[in-house]
């Protein structure tokens, strides 16, 4: 819907705060469209530094405390 909004001519500005997002992270979404199309939407891998709590040991450690 942000993408369709731009496309309108509606000022990145104005979107951002509809969507809870920077003008800035907007910015990227229409190069990502532009580039890649709806697949340069999707949500990719990240990378960083690894969770200290699995999804298998979290429930484990909040059942200890």
């Known amino acids: 819907m942000a993408i369709r ?11 951002a705060p509809l969507y809870s997002v920077s003008p800035r992270s907007l910015n990227n979404w229409i190069r990502r469209f532009n580039q890649r199309g709806i697949d340069g ?3 990719g891998g990240r990378t960083g530094r ?15 405390s």
């Open 5 to 15: 909004a731009l496309a309108l001519s509606i000022a990145p500005e104005q979107v």
């Open 41 to 43: 939407l999707i949500e």
């Open 50 to 64: 690894p969770p200290k709590i699995t999804p298998v040991s979290g429930p484990i450690a909040f059942a200890k």
